[in-house]
């Protein structure tokens, strides 16, 4: 296996960029999954990896080798795309062959190679049929096999679950984690679901228009996003932000907007300080919300509206309206409320997350 360092990557279309200054280092044998809304330039940072996008300006190496103008065939990975791409007249086994004999393999190494690679997918009774007669899991399963024989030191993986039907994905993202506990391969992921990044990365890249906003771990980039865009788009549902005023009274900071004025937690003070009287925004999950109790300090608790009610069976996602906004509330299924009615919340104060609203990065 290899790591795979990207210095300074570069890609316009015209004068447009769809990938800008992007330097990574994805570790030997690791799992990185690059994620992001459409548009975001995931696929194209892949695509110059692979060798199917030309480069503007910057440097790819995979190994210890610069491989800018090294041909794909010559650059030791292997890619699973969304549509599979399996011929429809081969079986099994001859698609997941075919590499290997463009590459005059010697036919036991073929057989042997497909045939632990067929093992190792489970899909050894299938090697005669051809993807007409697979379902949707199985031809991905093919996919993926095709890309295993090769023994590449990379595998790039390109929304590759996007076809799937939502049970099938949770299925084939378990089994994706455990093929590489196996394999110990080094492994690139692209997709725009934030759960499967969540789920399945080592680390995440966060992308949008062509840059990366942060990479981490993934509860890093849950618990301490970088930006407003970060803390939005991971995480689900997604973070609420509220806009409020920063004011002070008796020696304290509030966040303060209509129907809402809440503490600043005391080792936030100093960093928003600088803050009094401007307009900042306050970010908190869905489940850093809670019913108030008695015992809640009041400068945390808030009055709401319920608007809509979705019971999920393990929990209760409450849609609030505070004011003129509105906030998102995950509660314990035993809370007993219907829409219309006024509940209490309260803020987990250590989970209050602050931003700039000029610059959207968070106020740490």
Do not use: W
Not at 239 to 250: C, G, H, V
């Amino acid at each position: 296996m290899a790591q795979v360092v990207l210095k300074d990557l570069n890609k316009k279309f015209d004068e447009v960029y769809a990938v800008k200054d992007v330097n990574l280092h994805i570790r030997d044998k690791e799992f990185m999954v690059l994620v992001g809304p459409s548009g975001c330039g995931k696929s194209t940072t892949l695509r110059m990896v692979a060798g199917l996008e030309e480069i503007t300006s910057g440097e790819v190496h995979i190994g210890e080798r610069l491989v800018n103008d090294l041909p794909p065939k010559d650059r030791d990975i292997a890619m699973v795309f969304q549509n599979y791409a399996l011929y429809p007249h081969m079986t099994v086994y001859d698609n997941m062959a075919f590499g290997l004999k463009m590459r005059k393999f010697p036919k036991p190494e073929i057989e042997t190679r497909v045939r632990e690679a067929a093992t190792l997918l489970g899909i050894q009774e299938l090697l005669k049929r051809k993807p007409r007669q697979l379902s949707g899991g199985q031809r991905q399963r093919v996919a993926v096999g095709r890309a295993i024989v090769r023994h590449p030191q990379v595998f790039l993986f390109d929304e590759p679950l996007s076809n799937l039907d939502a049970k099938l994905r949770v299925q084939m993202r378990v089994e994706l984690k455990r093929l590489h506990d196996r394999l110990e391969t080094t492994v690139i992921y692209v997709t725009h679901d934030q759960v499967e990044a969540m789920t399945l990365g080592d680390r995440v890249v966060v992308m949008k228009d062509g840059l990366v906003q942060q990479v981490g771990e993934p509860m890093e980039l849950y618990s301490k996003p970088r930006n407003k865009f970060v803390a939005g788009f991971i995480g689900s549902p997604a973070m609420n932000f509220i806009e409020t005023t920063i004011s002070d009274a008796s020696g304290a900071l509030y966040a303060e907007t209509a129907g809402l004025r809440v503490r600043v937690p005391a080792e936030r003070t100093s960093r928003l300080a600088p803050y009094k009287g401007q307009a900042v925004t306050l970010g908190i999950r869905p489940e850093d919300l809670q019913e108030a109790t008695g015992g809640d300090p009041q400068d945390l608790v808030f009055e709401a509206l319920v608007e809509v009610v979705e019971p999920l069976g393990s929990e209760i996602l409450l849609d609030t309206k505070v004011g003129t906004q509105t906030i998102v509330a995950r509660v314990d299924p035993t809370v007993s409320t219907k829409h219309h009615q006024k509940i209490r919340l309260a803020f987990v104060p250590d989970r209050i997350h602050f931003f700039d609203n000029k610059t959207e990065q968070a106020i740490a």
